[in-house]
């Protein structure tokens, strides 16, 4: 595992699950806009809340946030605030 400080922000190559797992322990782990690494991060179980912007629109295709396979897991909606056309809501995994 290669990382490298950016700030407050780690760049990180190698094995992303582990990385993640080391830093979660000192402090709070965000990622945006990156569908892929969402995803390996719910198969390892290390997602503990989801803060979701979302443009109410049907497009019917696309790439899923939630992917086939995954376990089944609880979510509570914590809050919910509307942003112009957009909705914020914030679940955490039970």
């Known amino acids: 595992m290669a990382g490298q400080s950016i700030g407050s922000r780690v760049w990180a190559s190698g094995d992303l699950a582990n990385e993640v797992c080391r ?3 000192a402090q709070d782990v965000v ?12 198969r390892r179980n290390l997602v503990d809340e989801f803060r979701l912007l979302v443009f109410p629109c049907v497009l019917g295709e696309g790439e899923r946030l939630f992917e086939d396979g995954l376990v089944r897991r609880d979510l509570e909606l914590t809050s919910a605030e509307q942003s112009g056309a957009a909705a914020l809501m914030t679940l955490r995994c039970s």
């Open 31 to 42: 990622v945006m806009g990156s569908a892929s690494v969402a995803h390996a991060l719910m």
């Open 23 to 25: 830093v979660k322990q």
